[in-house]
Nanobody, 122 residues
Framework: QVQLVESGGGSVQAGGSLSVSCAASGRFLSINIMGWYRQAPGKQRELVAV???????NYADSVKGRFTISRDNPKNTVILHMNNVKPEDTAVYYCKAEGVLGVTPLVPRDIWGQGTQVTVSS
């Protein structure tokens, strides 16, 4: 019932900036952690950045100092600002939320977005 709607993505030249946004909608009681993962062709899906409801953050080493994750709790939205992008950042970016839905059992569940393509050209 809960779904994540992603926006943004696209193509950008190396050294440029790009932002992707994700908004959660549907039936839920709370969303604790939201974040972004990415998957390049032939690669495993990897964590990019996550943020808690209290705004504690964790970044992959490869994006530290370049990417910034933020969230708007009233709007249940998480945004990833990507600065100084590199060709290695090219991947499908997936939004993920961990929260408690409005159905039993009332335990945390993971919800994934459909993904949005980010392409960085040299």
């Amino acid at each position: 019932q809960v779904q994540l709607v992603e926006s943004g993505g696209g193509s950008v030249q190396a050294g440029g900036s790009l932002s992707v946004s994700c908004a959660a909608s549907g039936r839920f009681l709370s969303i604790n952690i939201m974040g972004w993962y990415r998957q390049a062709p032939g690669k495993q899906r990897e964590l990019v950045a996550v943020i808690s409801r209290a705004s504690s953050t964790n970044y992959a080493d490869s994006v530290k100092g370049r990417f910034t994750i933020s969230r708007d709790n009233p709007k249940n939205t998480v945004i990833l600002h990507m600065n100084n992008v590199k060709p290695e950042d090219t991947a499908v970016y997936y939004c993920k939320a961990e929260g408690v839905l409005g159905v039993t059992p009332l335990v945390p569940r993971d919800i994934w977005g459909q993904g949005t393509q980010v392409t960085v050209s040299s």
